[in-house]
């Protein structure tokens, strides 16, 4: 009698409750918002405030990493409704999270990443139809609009950090 091994399971992911809603996204959502518990309290802090505080670079790549949640929501057939609200909780994420200091203090309490991800859970797989040429030009289009909003906050910001800086170093 031969037993199989059976794979150890270490529980890091929340368990998927809807099978359309790809792992990734949770990952990403996880990575971003929620990966370093605080102790002593049930808040947890994840990467997106951190990697913020890094003028000119910090916003705009956590907006691309948040941008691959919304790319799923278009592939699990979320409708065109719960993908413009995802694409405005990145919105507001990079927008108010280039604000330096209160914006990293947002979005360490706002987790846009974790509403997107609650947001496929209850949406997922409920358009009544498939994802066409215009789904992809539409989300493209949206993608394209937080990314290009958020790199110009980013180069904002870095500018003025720069120009601060030369500032300091005058006096």
């Given at each position: 009698m031969t037993v199989e091994p059976k794979p150890i399971d270490f529980g890091v992911l929340p368990p998927n409750k809807a099978r359309d809603v790809p792992d990734l996204s949770r990952l990403i959502a996880w990575v971003l918002d929620d990966l370093i518990p605080i102790p002593g309290t049930k808040f947890r802090l994840g990467l997106d405030p951190l990697i913020g505080l890094i003028p000119g670079f910090g916003d705009s790549s956590t907006a691309v990493m948040s941008s691959m949640i919304l790319i799923h929501g278009l592939r699990s057939g979320v409708p065109r409704i719960v993908l413009v609200r995802m694409a405005l909780n990145v919105l507001v994420n990079s927008l108010v999270g280039a604000i330096p200091g209160l914006g990293d203090l947002f979005s360490a309490f706002f987790k846009s990443n974790r509403r997107n991800v609650e947001l496929l859970d209850r949406h997922a797989g409920t358009a009544t139809r498939a994802s066409t040429t215009a789904d992809w030009i539409f989300v493209?289009?949206?993608?394209?609009?937080?990314?290009?909003?958020?790199?110009?906050?980013?180069?904002?910001?870095?500018?003025?950090?720069?120009?601060?800086?030369?500032?300091?170093?005058?006096?």
């Open positions: 493209g289009t949206l993608i394209g609009g937080v990314l290009l909003i958020a790199v110009a906050m980013s180069i904002a910001i870095g500018f003025g950090a720069y120009q601060l800086f030369k500032l300091l170093l005058a006096i």
